[in-house]
């Protein structure tokens, strides 16, 4: 049984992708160029599996370079997780150094904040922490 050919926009609909960035995903090759019935792109589960993979890593966070890597040990035949251990790896240590950052600026904006409602401070608080030097 053959499986049914669809249209970009199709693609896009069961992906949630935005055409075209299915197009940019063809172009740096994430995913791979689609075949064509004349000048219509044609995909298949295939295609909507590998960027419904893409789509969800984007989700998470990770770069186009770290999805590629992941998709070459995913389609390498023998899965390797240690190569995928370290990406992840890489990746959480990341996040957690941006999560350490927003938690300083969380911290100093509710400061700011306070000393606006207080309304005990000449000018404003918000305004002075934006222009002090660091």
Known sequence: MTETAIAIGELSRRTGCNIET????????????????????????????????????????????EIGALLAIATAGRVDC???RA????????????????????????TTVQACDRGDHAGCPLIDTLSAER
């Open 82 to 84: 240690t190569e995928a």
């Open 22 to 65: 299915i197009r940019y995903y063809e172009r740096i090759g994430l995913i791979p160029r689609a075949a064509r019935r004349g000048r219509y792109r044609s995909y298949g589960g295939a295609d909507i599996a590998r960027l419904s993979f893409v789509r969800r890593a984007r989700e998470l966070g990770f770069t186009l370079e």
């Open 87 to 110: 990406i992840a790896s890489s990746h959480l240590a990341g996040i957690r150094k941006r999560l350490a950052d927003l938690q300083r600026m969380e911290r100093v904006l509710a």
